[in-house]
């Protein structure tokens, strides 16, 4: 379907549903978020990653998608149109920078859960791998420059492939595809580790909130999570949202996009912690090698686990295209409108520049000495290129979002768009509340928890 000005548009309202819920659910529900609750204490991070998504994620997400469909263009467009003449426009231009920069990284390790998929269905998990053996796979893995740079390159094919058929015949078509896939592996994964002996330990850490664990960490990296989950801070959802039909009530989207983001990441911990417990591992010990180096010795002991874990990779590819096809889709729409260039060239432009920008995270956790160990900074590139803008440009630009829309483009003007065609603003007190105080202070305080600490997520 085309608009007057030849934009895409949604076929559906479950089809706008499941492409944002597609967005959201990534790497950062079912890679992160299970090392996240880990690290941070278990059940009490989880509780305060839930009141995140209902107090800041959700009315950012509404604020975004109410931008996107009021002016129906991407980023830069969209606030140069509702703040003419104004620094605003700024903000758009983070947003589609950051959402290129995002995606060479993401693109990285969506590589990796490719390269796993193809390992596993080799056969090369098929028996038993004690921890170290899988660790050192795993490093040669990342460390050889052909696969890490090959792999980004095969992602970004993938991603470009959904990305040039457009809105609906493209990403619509794809997510409608790919969703119900994930969801089928994951609820059969989940039922497999759920019914693993020892499963219940890992049940009780997951379940049982100890509240002593909470510290300023742990509550900046929830509010961070929930951020980076739901794909707010940089424009995705004012994009989508300016594909979304004038008569859909925006308030029922945006709260089954994130019920599905978080429903997701909930069962991601159901599949993982049991699995945990299962080998004997303390979910404190896991971080960001969890499911490369862990799960690959778990899948090798379990019954049925080659099955399992080649499922388990596609399931996290899947994932994680239905991530890259947003970010790369922000820019591609910036291009399109802005620039009026034709949607092939501006993906194939899209495509060239991420790949390129991809390359020195691909090369920094070992090919190369130097993006691996940065001077002076001491971080790997791919590190320093998430603290920069999975974490400091997201938490900006929501900041910046919410309040733009509380005070410069009105609440007023939210609530008109929002109830076109006689839609209802659901909760639109508690809305208002959240986006004029919470949100911005919420925001901002974890931004200085970050910048002063040097924390990131
Ligand atoms: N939300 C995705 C995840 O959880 C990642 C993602 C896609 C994203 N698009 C985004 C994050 C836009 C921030 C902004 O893996």
Redesign the pocket.
């Known amino acids: 379907m085309q608009t007057s000005q030849g934009r895409g548009v949604w076929g559906s309202r479950m089809g706008f549903v499941l492409a944002a819920a597609g967005?959201?659910?990534?790497?950062?529900?079912i890679?992160?978020f299970p090392y996240a609750t880990g690290q941070n204490g278990g059940a009490a991070f989880v509780l305060l990653y839930i009141l995140f998504v209902i107090l800041i994620g959700a009315p950012v997400m509404i604020a975004e998608l109410a931008i996107g469909r009021n002016t129906q263009l991407n980023p830069v467009g969209a606030f140069r149109k509702l703040a003419p003449g104004s620094l605003w426009t700024v903000v758009g231009m983070l947003g589609v920078a950051?959402?290129v920069g995002?995606l060479s990284y993401?693109s990285v390790i969506a590589g990796w859960t490719v390269g796993y998929f193809v390992k596993t269905i080799s056969g090369e998990f098929s028996t038993i791998i004690a921890k170290d053996i899988s660790q050192q796979i795993f490093e040669n893995f990342v460390g050889n420059p052909y696969s890490a740079v090959g792999y980004l390159f095969v992602f970004i094919i993938f991603t470009a492939y959904v990305v040039v058929g457009g809105v609906s015949r493209g990403i619509e078509r794809w997510t409608k595809i790919l969703m119900p896939i994930l969801f089928i592996l994951l609820i059969l994964l989940t039922i497999r580790s759920v019914t693993l002996n020892n499963a219940a330990e890992g049940l009780v850490f997951y379940l049982k909130p100890d509240f002593t664990k909470i510290t300023a960490g742990t509550v900046g990296n929830a509010l961070g999570q929930a951020?980076?989950?739901?794909?707010?801070?940089?424009g995705?959802?004012i994009t989508y949202g300016s594909y979304i039909s004038k008569r859909d009530n925006l308030t029922i989207s945006a709260g089954y996009v994130c019920l599905f983001?978080t429903l997701i990441a909930i069962i991601a911990g159901l599949m993982i912690f049991p699995a945990l417990s299962f080998v004997g591992l303390k979910p404190e010990e896991s971080g960001p090698g969890l499911v490369f180096v862990l799960l690959p010795s778990i899948f090798a002991e379990m019954p049925g686990g080659f099955i399992f874990g080649a499922g388990f990779f596609l399931l996290l590819s899947v994932?994680?295209l239905t991530?890259?096809i947003?970010?790369m889709e922000?820019t591609v729409s910036y291009m399109v409108d802005e620039w009026k260039w034709k949607r092939v060239n501006a993906v194939i432009v899209m495509s060239i520049l991420a790949f390129l920008l991809g390359i020195p995270s691909a090369l920094s956790t070992g090919a190369s000495g130097w993006f691996t160990d940065l001077p002076l900074l001491h971080m790997g590139f791919l590190d320093l290129a998430n603290a920069l803008l999975?974490n400091y440009s997201?938490t900006i630009g929501a900041f910046l979002i919410s309040i733009f829309v509380a005070y410069k483009w009105g609440l007023k003007s939210v609530f008109k768009e929002i109830e076109l065609n006689q839609n209802i603003f659901y909760f639109n007190k508690f809305w208002a509340f959240m986006v004029r105080f919470i949100c911005p202070v919420a925001i901002f305080i974890i931004f200085v928890y970050i910048v002063i600490t040097g924390e990131y997520f």
Do not use: P
Request: charged share 5%; no cysteine.
């Open positions: 967005s959201a659910i990534g790497l950062g529900n890679w992160r950051t959402g995002i993401y951020l980076f989950s739901l794909s707010l801070g940089m995705a959802m983001d994932a994680a991530s890259t947003s970010l922000v999975g997201l």
